[in-house]
């Protein structure tokens, strides 16, 4: 692994410098998106303040740049964001964590993480970095897994899962992303004989604890951290089983669910529900749990066809699930499960809850804002933002929208 | 979660009533007989549709999220409707046809080169290939139609109707109550061979001069997600039925003419320098397996049986010709190619097949050349050394049999 510093010092003096710079940095932690679908991995973002409808032609626009291809998300935290792509490093096809100015969309730094995976429906890396303080944690392709520093790209510790958990490299690669809960990182490790799930170290990387067998290949889900009567829990689906352990690694509970591949990461919905979905027919599920003296029961209140997530999860707004049946964005009630409103012609996108609005950005590139009602599809406004396929979801941060493409990187203005 | 519900309260309705008087009470007093003459007039009629001979249309297709273009023509051949479509799935070429006997497709997910549809793919192809939707002449088809109520599609009530095909597979579509144009469908589909059903959504309808059709067709079902955006629709154009036909497979185009009946003037000798024998037999060669194999069978001169094959090995990019006959039974394998000549040329001497008699090895050098619409010739050539020289054994002049066989 090798750090590529670009112009480090002169390109965070830049960045500090440039005029929305002070103003990224300025806001507190809490408009980070420091991970996978944001602060809570839920992709609800808690900033307000936010256009109520776009002008025509869309948001503005502040910068927009070339991307390798790839389908991690985008992280941001204080005037930096975090991202994969794949390209080419001293003629060999691999697979970059790169840092980007938030301001400007330079590259500050990136390092290579492993070999670029091309896998038939596109190619480069699927995990997205996870940051914690001064260190990003990124997984590549074929189970490279590493911790970086955030200033400049530089590994403090790295391993390969299928060498520290005897995983496979899964048909899609490597995909979930990793989370951290205080001293701990909490991954799938996707190996057999108990250790399916692991936690690390977060300082060094060593395993503080292992769990589960899971399927013989690793999945592409990536777990929650939810707190039920204030205890910690990370839920995911793995195989057959929708899945909920302690930060001890001992299950709590777990409950049947319909084999396949289950990418969609499942939503909390508080005090004590989860939904879960899942595509290649399986559909979602609601489930009720109840902990009491160290005994939990689950219990299924509504399952339905009409909401198979593939690749993009859903978002919890106000008794209302938003998110996409394959390629039909629907809004459905937590209540029981029906279909408010559906709409075709966004194919299989992906969406964010933010200030009272859905942000969706269609497979092909389409941005829109709709509002979060379930009252009925209102576009408040749109923008032809990329090209080509686009299968990541948006990151907001600060006011500021992020996309990517297999090809592109671009920056709007939310707030006007 | 509304669909469940209300088909599960009409399929309770439906058991508990005698089949006629429940359509009749489905459809406000209608029978499925009239919501489809409603349907077919919604789309322009049946006469508008039969002034229809053929179909070209051009849009964007879109699949695994990546737009492209297609083009798909239909043309009607007696009964039968020859299709076409041209268009890519992803990054992929997928060619699929119908030339009035085969569905077929050249479909570069699999392997390049037609190939027949078969299962599962096959039901998807024949409803994709259809001119008008199937309530057009469904008595005609030996189908059957049942109305199945209100049904609720996205939050858009519909008429449902229920069709059960000649041969016995069903799917539903749903009908706009108010315009009796289509909303959706219920119908088999294909996840790469897999058997699935699918939902297919038809919008923006136009008219087209007589007739109305949808501009925007969408079908998901697994993971998949494929649209289809009709830009330009070209109706009556003049289309070689040539579209149609199901391609050879590769490598097999250079050998088309080869197949059929021929009179055949063979000219043969047993060893070098002895006088050549001439005899006249009658030969046929079929082709099988969709072009992919030349089969002739015959009788030589003294009465041998003997059945030849050709096809082409496309993994190793050779082609490959056996012959056995009822004397030897010894299945003789020739392996070769195209030479800067033209000539197909195919030799045992890779092969581990050549005959072993007398103490002798003897291999054998097969040449196809001068192939016409007319005919062609075969020389077969023997060497007991191994082919350092060869002997003209056997040439046999094939002539195209003025009667087709």
């Not at chain 1, 890396?125 to 990003?136: C, E």
């Not at chain 2, 799917?171 to 589909?189: G, I, K, M, N, Q």
Request: hydrophobic letters at 40%.
């Amino acid at each position: 692994m090798m750090a590529i510093s670009r112009h480090a010092w002169s390109a965070t003096l830049a960045a500090a410098l440039l005029a929305g710079g002070a103003t990224l940095v300025a806001e507190t932690a809490e408009h980070d998106w420091p991970q996978f679908r944001g602060p809570n991995r839920d992709g609800v973002s808690t900033e307000t303040g936010l256009l109520d409808a776009w002008p025509e032609g869309g948001p503005k626009e502040l910068w927009r740049r070339p991307l390798g291809e790839g389908y991690s998300a985008i992280a941001v935290v204080g005037d930096r964001l975090y991202t994969m792509y794949a390209g080419e490093h001293d003629g060999e096809a691999v697979e970059f964590a790169a840092a980007f100015a938030a301001g400007s969309g330079e590259e500050l730094w990136r390092t290579v993480v492993g070999k670029k995976k091309d896998t038939e429906f596109g190619n480069g890396p699927r995990s997205t970095p996870t940051v914690d303080g001064d260190t990003v944690y990124v997984l590549g392709s074929f189970g490279d897994f590493a911790a970086l520093a955030t200033a400049d790209g530089e590994p403090r510790w790295r391993f390969k899962l299928t060498e520290r958990f005897g995983s496979r490299v899964p048909h899609w690669g490597f995909s979930t992303s990793a989370l951290v809960d205080g001293e701990l990182l909490i991954l799938e490790g996707g190996g057999p004989e108990g250790k399916s799930y692991a936690a690390l170290d977060k300082r060094t990387g060593e395993v503080r604890w292992t769990f589960g067998d899971g399927p013989p290949e690793p999945g592409y889900n990536s777990p929650i951290r939810v707190e039920m009567n204030g205890e910690p829990r990370y839920v995911y689906v793995v195989g057959d089983k929708l899945n909920c352990i302690d930060d001890k690694g001992n299950e709590v509970w777990s409950h049947p669910w319909p084999r396949g591949e289950t990418h969609a990461m499942p939503v909390f919905v508080p005090p004590n529900k989860i939904f879960a979905s899942g595509a290649e027919g399986v559909g979602a599920m609601l489930v009720a749990v109840s902990e009491n003296g160290g005994e939990a029961t689950v219990e299924e209140v509504w399952k339905t066809r009409f909401m198979k997530n593939h690749f993009s999860s859903s978002v919890l707004h106000e008794g209302y699930i938003y998110g996409f049946d394959n390629a039909t964005l629907k809004a459905i009630s937590v209540a029981d499960g029906e279909t408010a409103w559906a709409k075709r012609g966004l194919g299989k996108g992906s969406l964010i809850y933010a200030d009272g609005h859905l942000i969706v950005l269609s497979d092909r590139g389409k941005l829109l804002l709709l509002a979060a009602t379930p009252e009925g599809y209102v576009e408040q406004g749109s923008v032809q933002a990329l090209d080509g396929r686009c299968w990541t979801a948006p990151t907001l941060s600060r006011g500021r929208l992020y996309l990517r493409s297999q090809s592109e990187m671009v920056s709007y203005d939310l707030r006007g | 979660m509304i669909e469940r519900k209300t088909t599960l309260v009409l399929t309770l309705l439906l058991a508990a009533l005698p089949a006629a008087a429940t359509t009749e009470r489905q459809a406000g007093g209608m029978t499925a007989e009239e919501v489809i003459e409603k349907h077919v007039a919604a789309r322009g009629g049946r006469e508008a549709w039969a002034k229809i001979r053929s179909l070209k249309i051009t849009g964007d297709f879109t699949a695994f999220s990546k737009v492209s273009p297609f083009t798909l023509h239909r043309k009607r051949a007696g009964d039968a409707v020859l299709y076409h479509l041209d268009h890519k799935l992803g990054d992929k070429l997928v060619v699929v046809g119908y030339d009035g006997e085969t569905y077929w497709w050249d479909n570069r997910w699999f392997q390049e080169g037609a190939q027949a549809i078969k299962g599962a793919d096959l039901a998807v192809v024949e409803r994709d290939a259809e001119m008008t939707t199937p309530f057009f002449d469904y008595r005609e088809k030996g189908h059957k139609v049942k109305l199945a109520g209100a049904v609720t599609i996205d939050g858009l009530e519909t008429l449902a109707l229920e069709l059960e095909r000649a041969d016995g597979s069903r799917e539903t579509w749903y009908l706009d109550p108010e315009t009796y144009l289509e909303v959706a469908r219920d119908s088999p589909a294909s996840d790469f061979g897999r058997p699935a059903e699918q939902r297919t959504y038809y919008d923006d309808f136009r008219r087209v001069g007589e007739v109305v059709m949808p501009f925007f067709v969408e079908s998901q079902w697994y993971t998949r997600d494929r649209v289809m955006a009709i830009a330009e629709v070209e109706i009556n154009p003049e289309i070689d039925d040539e579209l149609f036909r199901m391609p050879l497979p590769i490598g097999m185009g250079p050998l088309r003419a080869l197949a059929g009946t021929f009179e055949v003037a063979v000219a043969s000798r047993q060893q070098p320098g002895a006088p050549l024998e001439e005899s006249q037999r009658r030969s046929t060669i079929v082709s099988l397996l969709g072009g992919g194999l030349l089969e002739e069978r015959y009788a030589t001169a003294d009465g041998n049986q003997v059945v030849r094959t050709l096809s082409y090995d496309r993994y190793r990019k050779r082609y490959q010709l056996t012959q056995i006959n009822d004397a030897t039974t010894l299945l003789d394998v020739q392996r070769g190619d195209f030479d800067d000549q033209g000539r197909l040329v195919l030799t045992n001497l890779d092969t581990g097949t050549p005959l072993e008699m007398f103490g002798l090895t003897i291999h054998e050098r097969c040449s196809i050349q001068d192939v016409t619409e007319q005919g062609f010739t075969l020389i077969r050539e023997l060497s007991i050394d191994g082919g350092e020289s060869w002997f003209e054994a056997e040439k046999s002049v094939y002539a195209r049999s003025d009667d087709g066989g």
